[in-house]
């Protein structure tokens, strides 16, 4: 279903229209509805690609993540009354729902592995990764590209960035793929998302056990850091930083390398310039993170009222800064809803902005180089099964699934 008109048009991110194509509804809110008001939320559906940088910059105090950065639906529905929450700091609290100072003493806690210098050693290890599984899959003859190429990698990367053993990347995997927001079953994400939690409280106990000594600097600095004087628990570090850290790294890259390969199937001609020169895939993969990233929107709260395309968000509104509308942007981006791998990119949300900013993006950037650039390499002709690719209807992470891809 797409919107009818423009007089009967009503957005809300949950109904079932929006979650199976938000695409449309984006096209109406930016041209029609640029700060869109959700009665039943008291929240604002934000569109347009400056409003929605100019939310996630805020550095005055308007804007605040302590309600949390994906509130759903029976949150939303919960008044505050305009009584915005502080930040719980004893128990800590999950790193984005943090404010600053502690957010960027955290950040800074685990950034050194995180650095673009410290990120690009990880190179040889991520092709070595990279080509085995191309070794093991081109001779099936078909593979799903989102799970079983990129779902490796990606988990494999986060494994030896955290001292598990690169033979449970299988395991974080699958329990990623169970913690998708678009799997309908809470028990089981529960579940999954436990495992993932124990695994990696698993590896603080260790590492605290071995005197923290640098090795492993994404849970070592954690371990040595101190907020308020005091050290962080066990729970604290994994619960509230490092797990979510895990499966942020290893969720979302290959929905965005599969949907990539699968625009450049939909178009030869690009897909052969690309191919062309291995240097064009850095490239051809920042264009996929404009087009293809899977994520909607991150939320946040009005702490202090703002004005927003004309419109004032009053304290204790919820917000939807719409991270895919603003990259559809024609008003940002010439030809937005066409894919494009040589547009020139001056900026974009699918990392976020701000204070937010995606902690992983030289992670993500370094993996999606060279798993375009080993596959393109090995497969520069491929089919892509779409008939029965999957993209389940989402509220937060739309994004494929099940990629098949037909080789040889």
Not at 11 to 38: G, H, N, Q, S
Not at 269 to 288: G, I, K, L, W, Y
Not at 289 to 303: E, H, N, S
């Amino acid at each position: 279903m797409t919107p009818a008109s423009v007089e009967t048009f009503h957005y809300d991110p949950f109904a079932p229209d929006v979650m199976a194509d938000p695409l449309p509804f984006y096209k109406v809110l930016r041209d029609e509805f640029p700060a869109y008001f959700i009665d039943e939320y008291e929240a604002w559906a934000i569109s347009r690609f400056e409003d929605v940088w100019t939310i996630l910059n805020d550095t005055e105090g308007h804007i605040t993540s302590t309600e949390g950065t994906m509130m759903f639906r029976e949150q939303l529905r919960v008044s505050n009354g305009g009584v915005v929450p502080e930040a719980s700091y004893d128990p800590l609290t999950v790193l984005s729902y943090t404010e600053s100072p502690v957010h960027e003493e955290l950040r800074q806690a685990v950034g050194p592995p995180l650095r673009r210098s410290a990120v690009l050693r990880l190179e040889e290890l991520i092709r070595s990764m990279a080509r085995a599984r191309l070794d093991e899959l081109i001779p099936r003859g078909r593979f799903n590209v989102t799970s079983e190429y990129g779902g490796i990698v990606a988990a494999g990367t986060m494994c030896h960035m955290f001292g598990i053993p690169l033979s449970d990347a299988e395991m974080v995997r699958d329990a990623v793929l169970v913690c998708d927001p678009s799997v309908q079953d809470v028990a089981a994400q529960g579940v999954a998302y436990g495992q993932l939690t124990d695994l990696v409280t698993d590896v603080v106990r260790k590492r605290r056990a071995a005197g923290a000594d640098g090795r492993y600097p994404l849970v070592d600095g954690l371990l040595t850091f101190r907020l308020n004087g005091r050290a962080l628990t066990d729970e604290e570090i994994s619960g509230s930083v490092l797990a979510t850290i895990l499966f942020g790294g290893a969720e979302t890259l290959p929905k965005v390398v599969a949907h990539g390969l699968m625009e450049l199937w939909r178009d030869p001609d690009q897909r052969r310039q690309v191919a062309a020169d291995p240097t064009n895939c850095a490239t051809a993969f920042e264009e996929m993170l404009r087009f293809c990233a899977p994520a909607q929107w991150f939320t946040r709260t009005v702490k202090k009222p703002i004005v927003i395309a004309g419109q004032e968000l009053g304290v204790g509104h919820r917000i939807f800064p719409l991270l895919m509308a603003g990259n559809r942007d024609e008003r940002e981006f010439e030809d937005p809803d066409r894919f494009v791998w040589d547009r020139p990119i001056r900026r974009h949300l699918a990392f976020g902005q701000g204070q937010g900013f995606c902690i992983g993006n030289h992670v993500a950037r370094l993996e999606g180089r060279i798993l375009l650039e080993e596959l393109l390499a090995r497969v520069p002709e491929y089919e892509i099964d779409v008939d029965h690719a999957e993209r389940p209807p989402s509220s937060f992470q739309w994004g494929w699934r099940t990629v098949p891809m037909i080789v040889g």
